[in-house]
């Protein structure tokens, strides 16, 4: 079963930092480009960034609120998927989902198809005092 | 930066009909938009990409349709499991953003 499991919210105070795991089973890590997209309480969705497989560099892009404050990694040896937060304010409380990036193939080109095919049941982080 | 409005924030319609939601960019964003379901309590779920693409196991009830500025979600047939908030997601490889609408929600 293709399955990815969020795990390492909770409660934290502003200032503090927190890191987050997510477990992929079920299909190849190795190949999966991965994000994390969080929802605040009764809000919509917000993308956070996203890091390309080890095979395609493994680089990270973050969107431009994350400001040096966020840092997504990845273990392909341990399939799991990681978002180190430091600098914690009340406005990143939020479910915290891991999501994998939809990729089609056409023999053996890969593209990028825009979306999020995958995601996780999320965790929720609360930044509070 | 492109902005995601979705029309109308609340919609309601009775079983067996059609409902229509709309996305619209603020720019020409071609067919790079996505479209998911997500019920209270669960994480989204892909409905369509590409603009009109049925992601897998995804009823033909759900269709997507337009390009540029102008999108819509058509779900027919409709049942009492469609209640859920929709939202519409653009993709932009550079600079990378993936940017969400903020949602319709479905009542049956």
Redesign the interface.
Known sequence: EVQLVESGGGLVQPGGSLRLSCAASGFTFNDAWMNWVRQAPGKGLEWVGRVRSTSDGGAAEYAEFVKDRFSISRDDSKSTLFLQMKSLKSDDTAVYYCTRDLMFCDGDKCYLGGAFDIWGQGTMVTVSS | EIVMTQSPATLSVSPGESATLSCRPSQNVNT?L?W?QQKPG?????LI??ASTR??DIPARFSGSGSGTEFTLTISSLQSEDCALY?C???N?WP????????TKLEI
């Open positions: 790079k996505a998911y669960q994480a989204p779920r892909l990409y590409g992601a897998t939202y997601q653009h993709y490889n990378l953003m993936y940017t969400f609408g903020q949602g």
